[in-house]
């Protein structure tokens, strides 16, 4: 059986609010891939097509 390890809120929340010097309410509303691009850790090679943002761009139009 393979343990889940705990989320590391001590090292996320030392990353974006004491490196990255984000304010609480900034912190608090980034997503983790938003936090991970800020912190360099975007992984250019899964970023979305063109292609995949025209296909939703038709499926979901506002």
Do not use: K, N, Y
């Not at 609480?24 to 800020?38: C, D, I, K, R, S």
Request: no cysteine; proline share 8%; charged share 25%.
């Amino acid at each position: 059986m393979v343990r889940a390890r705990p989320f590391p809120w001590e090292a996320v929340m030392t990353l974006g609010l004491s490196r990255l010097r984000l304010s609480p309410q900034v912190f608090w509303q980034l997503t983790l891939p938003e936090l991970a691009a800020m912190a360099g850790g975007s992984d250019r090679s899964a970023a979305i097509s063109r292609r995949d943002v025209e296909a939703l761009m038709a499926r979901f139009p506002d």
